[in-house]
């Protein structure tokens, strides 16, 4: 149980164009999801917050109109990159959480801005 | 701010070997601490936990004991197999509040038959 998908898997762009990755919690409801950026051989970075029905919390220095998060319904989650540039280039994480603190990932969606 | 550092990789060991993964933390407030593995070409799963100083958390032949006193979580297992191959992450979330999670760097770790 406790999964949940990503998609796609990984998405090629022309700059100026926008690019929406999708999450979903495939058997359980997620009150929370997370939405998370890796660098090469880093760390995976949250990025936003987002809760059913409510606007995203952002963390300091991601740019709310540029990483649009909607949160419609309790098993999906999107994220779109407005206007990407190759600096926006990266891995995309999502997780989900039902209650308490476990958090379930996706397999994650590269980008690549070209 | 609240962090998380682990040893760097990218570390690999013969099969049977026994595995140490560092991890210290820095945080303002009482945090549960969390391995996560993310296996090749999946997300990442949560391999163990632990919510309060000294409990041990497990799973899979992994161990990890919350050390307040060197705000530690290191990693072990006594005898690593070539399916251990993966990253591994260490990660803090305080209580309360939106409960996020707070990485270390990750881990890579290669087991050669």
């Known amino acids: 149980g406790a999964v949940v998908s990503q998609h796609p898997s990984w998405v090629i762009c022309k700059s100026g164009t926008s690019v929406k990755i999708e999450c979903r919690s495939l058997?359980?409801?997620?009150?929370?999801m997370f939405w998370y950026r890796q660098f090469p051989k880093q760390s995976l970075m949250l990025m936003a917050t987002?809760?059913?029905?409510?606007?995203?919390?952002?963390e300091q220095g991601v740019e709310k109109d540029k990483f649009l998060i909607n949160h419609a319904s309790l098993t999906l989650s999107t994220l779109t990159v407005t206007s990407a540039h190759p600096e926006d280039s990266s891995f995309y994480i999502c997780s989900a959480r039902l209650s308490g603190e476990t958090q379930y990932f996706g397999p994650g969606t590269r980008l690549l801005v070209l | 701010g609240d962090s998380v550092t682990q040893m760097e990789g990218p570390v690999t060991l013969s099969e049977e070997a026994f595995l140490t993964i560092n991890c210290t933390y820095t945080?303002?407030?009482?945090?549960?601490l969390f391995w996560y593995v993310q296996y090749p070409g999946e997300g990442l799963q949560l391999l163990l936990k632990a919510t309060k100083a000294d409990d041990k958390g497990s799973n899979k032949g992994f161990e990890a004991t919350y050390r307040k006193e060197t705000t530690s979580f290191h990693l072990e297992k006594g005898s690593v197999q070539v399916s251990d191959s993966a990253v591994y992450f260490c990660a803090l979330s305080l209580i309360g509040g939106a409960q996020k999670l707070v990485f270390g760097q990750g881990t890579r770790l290669t087991i050669n038959p």
């Open positions: 987002s809760n059913e029905g409510s606007k995203a919390t952002y």
């Open positions: 058997d359980f409801q997620a009150t929370t």
């Open positions: 945080a303002t407030g009482y945090p549960s």
